[in-house]
Protein backbone atom coordinates (compact mmCIF):
# COMPACT_ATOMS: atom_id res chain seq x y z
CA UNK A 1 0.00 0.00 0.00
CA UNK A 2 3.12 2.31 0.90
CA UNK A 3 4.33 1.75 -2.47
CA UNK A 4 1.34 2.36 -4.12
CA UNK A 5 0.72 5.82 -2.65
CA UNK A 6 4.49 6.81 -3.71
CA UNK A 7 3.71 6.03 -7.16
CA UNK A 8 0.95 8.49 -6.96
CA UNK A 9 3.21 11.25 -5.27
CA UNK A 10 5.40 10.70 -8.05
CA UNK A 11 2.97 10.97 -10.89
CA UNK A 12 1.83 14.14 -9.30
CA UNK A 13 5.31 15.51 -9.82
CA UNK A 14 6.46 14.52 -13.02
CA UNK A 15 2.96 14.78 -14.20
CA UNK A 16 3.64 11.21 -16.29
CA UNK A 17 0.36 9.07 -16.06
CA UNK A 18 0.73 6.00 -14.75
CA UNK A 19 0.27 3.25 -16.80
CA UNK A 20 -1.78 0.73 -14.28
CA UNK A 21 -4.06 3.89 -13.37
CA UNK A 22 -6.38 2.79 -16.10
CA UNK A 23 -5.94 -0.55 -16.09
CA UNK A 24 -9.32 -2.80 -14.53
CA UNK A 25 -9.32 -3.22 -11.05
CA UNK A 26 -5.76 -1.38 -10.30
CA UNK A 27 -5.02 -0.91 -6.45
CA UNK A 28 -3.49 2.98 -8.36
CA UNK A 29 -7.08 3.39 -10.29
CA UNK A 30 -8.69 2.92 -6.66
CA UNK A 31 -6.77 5.47 -5.38
CA UNK A 32 -6.56 7.94 -7.94
CA UNK A 33 -10.92 7.60 -8.31
CA UNK A 34 -10.77 8.07 -4.20
CA UNK A 35 -8.50 11.47 -4.98
CA UNK A 36 -10.81 12.86 -7.40
CA UNK A 37 -13.20 13.04 -5.69
CA UNK A 38 -14.63 9.02 -5.33
CA UNK A 39 -17.04 7.90 -2.58
CA UNK A 40 -15.49 5.05 -1.24
CA UNK A 41 -12.53 4.63 1.01
CA UNK A 42 -9.91 1.98 0.26
CA UNK A 43 -10.03 -0.52 2.65
CA UNK A 44 -6.73 -0.40 4.48
CA UNK A 45 -6.12 -3.85 6.60
CA UNK A 46 -4.87 -3.52 9.61
CA UNK A 47 -4.63 -5.53 12.57
CA UNK A 48 -4.46 -5.36 16.19
CA UNK A 49 -2.72 -7.06 18.98
CA UNK A 50 -4.94 -8.86 22.22
CA UNK A 51 -3.65 -9.41 25.34
CA UNK A 52 -2.45 -12.76 24.29
CA UNK A 53 -0.50 -10.89 21.28
CA UNK A 54 -1.91 -12.92 18.80
CA UNK A 55 -3.35 -10.93 15.47
CA UNK A 56 -7.34 -9.99 15.12
CA UNK A 57 -8.40 -8.79 12.17
CA UNK A 58 -10.44 -5.22 12.24
CA UNK A 59 -13.33 -4.48 10.87
CA UNK A 60 -12.78 -1.54 7.99
CA UNK A 61 -13.09 2.06 10.08
CA UNK A 62 -11.95 1.21 12.85
CA UNK A 63 -8.21 1.14 12.02
CA UNK A 64 -7.14 4.43 14.18
CA UNK A 65 -9.12 3.68 17.37
CA UNK A 66 -7.49 0.08 17.10
CA UNK A 67 -4.37 1.61 16.90
CA UNK A 68 -5.11 4.11 19.52
CA UNK A 69 -6.10 1.23 21.83
CA UNK A 70 -3.19 -1.11 21.00
CA UNK A 71 -1.12 2.00 22.01
CA UNK A 72 -2.49 2.87 25.58
CA UNK A 73 -2.65 -1.03 26.23
CA UNK A 74 0.77 -1.97 28.34
CA UNK A 75 1.78 -5.21 26.94
CA UNK A 76 2.63 -7.55 29.42
CA UNK A 77 4.73 -9.49 27.04
CA UNK A 78 6.92 -7.18 26.76
CA UNK A 79 10.74 -8.09 26.67
CA UNK A 80 8.97 -11.89 26.13
CA UNK A 81 7.89 -11.78 22.33
CA UNK A 82 9.09 -9.71 19.90
CA UNK A 83 7.57 -6.37 18.97
CA UNK A 84 4.89 -6.05 16.09
CA UNK A 85 6.51 -4.97 12.89
CA UNK A 86 6.41 -1.35 12.68
CA UNK A 87 3.79 -1.83 9.27
CA UNK A 88 1.38 -2.37 11.54
CA UNK A 89 0.93 0.37 13.87
CA UNK A 90 1.72 2.61 10.91
CA UNK A 91 -1.18 5.43 10.43
CA UNK A 92 -2.43 5.50 6.69
CA UNK A 93 -1.35 8.49 4.57
CA UNK A 94 -3.81 11.76 5.38
CA UNK A 95 -6.13 11.58 2.68
CA UNK A 96 -6.50 14.70 0.49
CA UNK A 97 -9.46 16.59 0.56
CA UNK A 98 -11.78 15.61 -2.28
CA UNK A 99 -13.25 19.34 -3.29
CA UNK A 100 -8.98 20.28 -2.64
CA UNK A 101 -6.88 21.25 -5.74
CA UNK A 102 -3.88 18.95 -5.64
CA UNK A 103 -1.10 20.95 -4.77
CA UNK A 104 2.47 19.38 -5.14
CA UNK A 105 3.43 18.23 -1.74
CA UNK A 106 6.53 18.90 0.18
CA UNK A 107 8.57 16.29 -0.19
CA UNK A 108 11.87 14.99 1.25
CA UNK A 109 13.06 13.68 -1.78
CA UNK A 110 14.58 16.46 -4.70
CA UNK A 111 13.18 17.08 -7.41
CA UNK A 112 14.00 15.53 -10.96
CA UNK A 113 17.34 16.84 -11.63
CA UNK A 114 16.75 20.01 -14.54
CA UNK A 115 19.12 19.21 -17.13
CA UNK A 116 21.82 21.88 -17.53
CA UNK A 117 21.08 24.68 -20.05
CA UNK A 118 23.44 23.54 -23.38
CA UNK A 119 26.23 25.90 -23.21
CA UNK A 120 25.47 26.46 -27.40
CA UNK A 121 22.54 28.12 -28.61
CA UNK A 122 21.23 25.46 -31.16
CA UNK A 123 22.00 26.68 -34.90
CA UNK A 124 19.42 28.86 -36.15
CA UNK A 125 18.00 29.11 -39.89
CA UNK A 126 21.12 31.77 -40.47
CA UNK A 127 23.85 30.07 -39.29
CA UNK A 128 22.57 26.58 -40.71
CA UNK A 129 22.10 28.42 -44.26
CA UNK A 130 25.41 30.04 -44.47
CA UNK A 131 27.90 28.27 -47.20
CA UNK A 132 31.15 26.93 -45.73
CA UNK A 133 33.77 29.20 -46.19
CA UNK A 134 34.94 29.21 -50.38
CA UNK A 135 38.43 27.66 -51.44
CA UNK A 136 39.18 31.03 -53.42
CA UNK A 137 38.97 32.19 -49.26
CA UNK A 138 41.08 30.04 -47.83
CA UNK A 139 44.07 31.29 -50.51
CA UNK A 140 43.55 34.98 -50.31
CA UNK A 141 46.56 36.47 -49.05
CA UNK A 142 46.39 38.58 -45.68
CA UNK A 143 46.27 42.33 -46.12
CA UNK A 144 49.26 43.94 -47.82
CA UNK A 145 51.43 46.29 -45.64
CA UNK A 146 51.49 48.22 -48.71
CA UNK A 147 47.77 49.39 -48.27
CA UNK A 148 49.43 51.59 -45.41
CA UNK A 149 48.95 55.29 -46.28
CA UNK A 150 52.37 56.88 -47.22
CA UNK A 151 54.69 58.59 -45.47
CA UNK A 152 55.51 62.39 -45.84
CA UNK A 153 59.25 61.20 -45.53
CA UNK A 154 62.04 62.48 -48.21
CA UNK A 155 63.42 59.72 -48.95
CA UNK A 156 63.68 58.41 -52.23
CA UNK A 157 62.98 54.46 -51.16
CA UNK A 158 59.54 53.37 -51.50
CA UNK A 159 59.57 50.42 -49.11
CA UNK A 160 59.28 50.74 -45.85
CA UNK A 161 62.39 52.05 -43.50
CA UNK A 162 62.05 49.37 -41.07
CA UNK A 163 61.87 46.29 -43.56
CA UNK A 164 65.40 46.76 -44.48
CA UNK A 165 68.53 47.21 -42.91
CA UNK A 166 69.79 50.72 -43.43
CA UNK A 167 73.31 51.67 -44.35
CA UNK A 168 72.54 55.39 -44.86
CA UNK A 169 75.46 57.49 -43.52
CA UNK A 170 75.55 60.56 -41.98
CA UNK A 171 76.07 63.75 -44.30
CA UNK A 172 77.82 66.94 -43.86
CA UNK A 173 75.51 70.20 -43.01
CA UNK A 174 74.86 71.07 -46.07
CA UNK A 175 74.89 67.99 -48.42
CA UNK A 176 71.40 66.89 -47.74
CA UNK A 177 69.55 65.90 -51.36
CA UNK A 178 67.94 69.50 -51.63
CA UNK A 179 71.41 70.94 -51.50
CA UNK A 180 72.49 68.95 -53.95
CA UNK A 181 69.45 69.52 -56.22
CA UNK A 182 70.00 73.37 -55.73
CA UNK A 183 73.88 72.67 -56.34
CA UNK A 184 73.23 71.15 -59.83
CA UNK A 185 70.50 73.70 -60.43
CA UNK A 186 73.04 76.50 -59.91
CA UNK A 187 76.64 75.61 -60.30
CA UNK A 188 79.57 77.87 -59.06
CA UNK A 189 81.39 77.66 -62.03
CA UNK A 190 80.97 76.14 -65.27
CA UNK A 191 83.48 73.40 -65.30
CA UNK A 192 82.37 72.40 -61.50
CA UNK A 193 79.82 69.59 -62.17
CA UNK A 194 81.54 67.89 -65.25
CA UNK A 195 85.01 68.55 -64.39
CA UNK A 196 88.19 70.96 -64.64
CA UNK A 197 89.84 69.27 -67.24
CA UNK A 198 86.62 68.17 -69.96
CA UNK A 199 85.90 70.86 -72.82
CA UNK A 200 82.68 72.61 -72.62
CA UNK A 201 80.88 69.72 -75.12
CA UNK A 202 80.42 66.33 -74.25
CA UNK A 203 83.31 63.83 -74.96
CA UNK A 204 84.47 60.27 -76.21
CA UNK A 205 85.49 58.00 -73.69
CA UNK A 206 87.72 55.45 -73.83
CA UNK A 207 87.87 52.46 -71.21
CA UNK A 208 91.55 53.56 -70.96
CA UNK A 209 90.11 57.30 -69.82
CA UNK A 210 87.46 56.03 -67.59
CA UNK A 211 90.05 53.97 -65.75
CA UNK A 212 92.18 56.51 -65.52
CA UNK A 213 89.87 58.63 -63.62
CA UNK A 214 88.84 56.52 -60.38
CA UNK A 215 89.06 58.92 -57.50
CA UNK A 216 91.85 58.34 -56.33
CA UNK A 217 95.57 61.22 -56.38
CA UNK A 218 93.40 63.77 -56.87
CA UNK A 219 92.09 62.77 -60.15
CA UNK A 220 87.72 62.74 -60.28
CA UNK A 221 85.64 59.77 -60.27
CA UNK A 222 83.84 58.86 -63.24
CA UNK A 223 81.15 56.13 -63.22
CA UNK A 224 78.92 54.76 -66.31
CA UNK A 225 75.44 54.57 -66.36
CA UNK A 226 73.71 53.24 -69.78
CA UNK A 227 76.95 53.81 -71.76
CA UNK A 228 77.39 57.45 -70.57
CA UNK A 229 80.60 58.56 -68.23
CA UNK A 230 79.45 60.74 -65.18
CA UNK A 231 81.64 62.88 -63.19
CA UNK A 232 80.79 61.39 -59.60
CA UNK A 233 83.15 63.36 -57.45
CA UNK A 234 80.86 66.80 -57.30
CA UNK A 235 78.25 63.81 -55.47
CA UNK A 236 80.53 62.10 -53.72
CA UNK A 237 79.71 63.89 -50.23
CA UNK A 238 75.89 64.22 -50.98
CA UNK A 239 75.50 60.90 -51.45
CA UNK A 240 73.87 58.90 -48.85
CA UNK A 241 75.33 55.80 -48.86
CA UNK A 242 78.94 57.48 -48.10
CA UNK A 243 81.68 58.00 -50.50
CA UNK A 244 82.76 54.32 -49.92
CA UNK A 245 80.43 53.25 -51.20
CA UNK A 246 80.19 55.52 -54.26
CA UNK A 247 83.88 54.61 -54.92
CA UNK A 248 83.09 51.02 -55.85
CA UNK A 249 82.24 52.09 -58.98
CA UNK A 250 84.35 54.84 -60.17
CA UNK A 251 86.53 54.13 -63.09
CA UNK A 252 84.66 50.75 -63.85
CA UNK A 253 82.83 49.79 -67.09
CA UNK A 254 80.25 47.65 -65.35
CA UNK A 255 80.81 47.37 -61.74
CA UNK A 256 79.37 50.72 -60.86
CA UNK A 257 76.21 50.70 -62.44
CA UNK A 258 75.38 46.80 -61.41
CA UNK A 259 76.07 47.96 -57.65
CA UNK A 260 73.98 50.42 -58.19
CA UNK A 261 70.74 48.75 -59.63
CA UNK A 262 71.44 46.00 -56.54
CA UNK A 263 71.83 49.15 -53.50
CA UNK A 264 68.82 51.08 -54.84
CA UNK A 265 67.40 50.72 -58.86
CA UNK A 266 64.49 53.03 -57.61
CA UNK A 267 66.96 55.37 -57.66
CA UNK A 268 67.20 57.89 -61.07
CA UNK A 269 70.67 58.62 -61.77
CA UNK A 270 69.74 60.44 -64.68
CA UNK A 271 67.85 62.92 -63.09
CA UNK A 272 69.93 63.32 -59.80
CA UNK A 273 74.09 63.48 -62.23
CA UNK A 274 72.48 65.12 -65.78
CA UNK A 275 74.52 67.74 -64.99
CA UNK A 276 77.92 65.86 -64.71
CA UNK A 277 77.60 64.13 -67.78
CA UNK A 278 81.11 63.83 -69.23
CA UNK A 279 80.73 61.68 -72.48
CA UNK A 280 79.83 58.62 -73.62
CA UNK A 281 81.96 55.30 -73.34
CA UNK A 282 83.34 54.48 -76.97
CA UNK A 283 86.15 51.54 -77.44
CA UNK A 284 89.96 52.47 -77.77
CA UNK A 285 89.27 52.03 -81.84
CA UNK A 286 87.02 54.82 -81.64
CA UNK A 287 88.57 57.66 -80.00
CA UNK A 288 88.95 60.44 -82.17
CA UNK A 289 86.40 59.71 -84.89
CA UNK A 290 84.43 63.03 -86.03
CA UNK A 291 87.09 64.97 -83.84
CA UNK A 292 84.39 64.90 -81.24
CA UNK A 293 81.95 67.09 -82.81
CA UNK A 294 79.23 64.73 -82.94
CA UNK A 295 78.81 64.31 -79.68
CA UNK A 296 77.30 67.67 -79.48
CA UNK A 297 73.95 65.83 -81.22
CA UNK A 298 73.65 64.13 -77.43
CA UNK A 299 72.61 67.22 -76.44
C1 LIG B 1 78.95 52.11 -56.87
C2 LIG B 1 77.78 52.69 -56.91
C3 LIG B 1 76.90 52.90 -55.70
C4 LIG B 1 76.79 52.19 -54.55
C5 LIG B 1 77.58 50.94 -54.20
C6 LIG B 1 75.79 52.81 -53.72
C7 LIG B 1 75.42 52.38 -52.46
C8 LIG B 1 74.43 52.97 -51.72
C9 LIG B 1 74.05 52.54 -50.41
C10 LIG B 1 74.63 51.35 -49.68
C11 LIG B 1 73.09 53.33 -50.00
C12 LIG B 1 72.38 53.29 -48.65
C13 LIG B 1 71.08 52.53 -48.86
C14 LIG B 1 70.36 52.48 -47.59
O1 LIG B 1 70.81 51.74 -46.70
O2 LIG B 1 69.32 53.15 -47.47
C15 LIG B 1 72.84 54.27 -51.03
C16 LIG B 1 71.85 55.21 -50.94
C17 LIG B 1 71.62 56.08 -51.96
N1 LIG B 1 72.34 56.23 -53.09
FE1 LIG B 1 73.85 55.08 -53.72
N2 LIG B 1 75.30 53.89 -54.37
C18 LIG B 1 75.99 53.98 -55.56
C19 LIG B 1 75.79 54.92 -56.53
C20 LIG B 1 74.90 55.93 -56.45
C21 LIG B 1 74.72 56.94 -57.44
C22 LIG B 1 75.57 57.06 -58.75
C23 LIG B 1 73.70 57.71 -57.04
C24 LIG B 1 73.11 58.91 -57.71
C25 LIG B 1 72.78 58.87 -58.99
C26 LIG B 1 73.24 57.19 -55.77
C27 LIG B 1 72.19 57.71 -55.04
C28 LIG B 1 71.78 57.22 -53.85
C29 LIG B 1 70.60 57.70 -53.15
C30 LIG B 1 69.67 58.82 -53.64
C31 LIG B 1 70.52 56.99 -51.99
C32 LIG B 1 69.41 57.11 -50.93
C33 LIG B 1 68.40 56.07 -51.28
C34 LIG B 1 67.21 56.13 -50.39
O3 LIG B 1 67.09 57.02 -49.55
O4 LIG B 1 66.37 55.23 -50.55
N3 LIG B 1 73.99 56.11 -55.45
N4 LIG B 1 73.66 54.03 -52.05
Redesign the pocket.
Known amino acids: IIYRYQSTRHSAWTGIQDPGKSGAGSPIAELEDDDDGAKTRPEIPTFTLDEEGSNKDAAPGDTQKDIQATKSKPSSRLGTSPPPPPSSIMPPPPRPSPNAKRKPEPSLMPPPPIPAPTPRAPPTLSTTLRPPPSTASTLRAPPSRSLAPPTSSL???T?SPSA??????LLDPGHS?LDWAHLTANPPTPTFLRGAEVPPQLIRVPPSALKWHNGRKGRDAW?V?QGKV?N?TP?MKF????VG??????GKVV???K??N???P????EN??GECLVGILVSENEVGKGEGNELEEMD
Open positions: STSLRPSKKVPGWYLYHPGGELMRGAEGELFEKHWVSWML
